[in-house]
């Protein structure tokens, strides 16, 4: 089998994420390549000589990016091509339940074959930071769900429902002011000229060009932003002032060291029963994958190793 993974990227949680299934998909024998969308190109894509279509995303206030939306509506997928939907966001809450559902309408409408979709956990990018051994315990989870998509996706069983009432009136009410928000946002976007070292990080990364030098050398915006935070998240110097998000404290600095994040040994779990706040939508998000890996692979292991000691 040839399977295409399709994903948009903003600070690379969904590139890693990708990276992680392309191994996994190609552990079971199966080819895998990779596209990363460029919000700035908007190409035809060959689908022909693959089997399966994956498409990735990061979740933007409860809808998928317009970037990613946009991409996936210029494609003409070929009809009865079979695909599934895997996206990442730093909360769990079932307000994030329906935000593939204006991807599902061009998929459907194309006639594709979609009975699967995923929701892994990835650090957050904005309004606070998360610890490494809660990232880590994040990483071990990701790690299970992608074995179960990847034995789904691969075995025909579907796992796709259909989305609830409120959550698919939060993604239509958010999303659209979402689209709008970082061109609005943009005009308050300011840099520090005395914390800033002239790396131009910022001018290179930014994925739609929307950061620029102008005839004075001093940083400019203009007004296609996507709020992905590749920017203020990756400045080495936190020069940024980012307009409302950083009135409300929302912003963070700083990249993850995922390479040493996933080296670490958890001496006790990070979520339990008793986790409360913000996280506590991890409790049920957590009990659901360890019980579908349980079905499909521990319970399994079990009846075999009973089956050899007969």
Request: glycine letters at 6%; charged letters at 25%.
């Amino acid at each position: 089998m040839k399977c295409l993974l399709i994903y948009f990227t903003g600070t690379f949680n969904t590139r890693y994420v990708s990276q992680l299934l392309k191994k996994k998909f190609e552990n079971v024998g199966c080819g895998v390549d990779l596209y990363e969308i460029n919000p700035l190109q908007t190409e035809q894509l060959d689908f022909s000589g693959y089997d399966l279509i994956g498409l990735g995303y990061p979740i933007y206030g409860f809808a998928a990016p317009y970037a990613f939306l946009k991409f996936v509506r210029a494609q003409h997928f070929p009809k009865g091509a079979k695909c599934f939907i895997y996206k990442n966001s730093g909360e769990t809450k079932h307000a994030n339940d329906a935000s593939s559902i204006y991807v599902l309408h061009k998929l459907h409408r194309d006639r594709v074959d979609v009975r699967n979709e995923y929701h892994f956990v990835m650090p957050y990018n904005i309004h606070f930071r998360f610890e490494d051994e809660l990232i880590r315990e994040m990483f071990m989870m990701n790690d299970k769900l992608m074995d179960v998509l990847v034995y789904e996706v691969m075995n025909n069983i579907p796992n796709l429902r259909r989305y609830k009432l409120w959550p698919r009136f939060v993604t239509a009410v958010v999303s659209k002011p979402q689209y709008i928000g970082g061109d609005v946002n943009s005009f308050l976007y300011k840099v520090d000229e005395s914390k800033c070292v002239n790396c131009d990080l910022c001018v290179k990364r930014c994925p739609t060009q929307n950061i620029y030098r102008d005839e004075n050398g001093k940083l400019k915006f203009h007004h296609h932003c996507l709020m992905c935070m590749r920017c203020s998240f990756y400045c080495p110097t936190d020069a940024f002032y980012i307009g409302f998000l950083d009135q409300w404290g929302w912003k963070v600095n700083g990249g993850y060291d995922f390479q040493k994040i996933e080296r670490l040994e958890l001496e006790h779990p990070v979520i339990t029963d008793k986790t409360e706040g913000f996280f506590h939508c991890y409790i049920e998000t957590y009990k659901k994958i360890n019980q579908r890996y349980n079905e499909l692979f521990c319970k399994k292991e079990e009846e075999k190793k009973t089956g050899e000691k007969r």
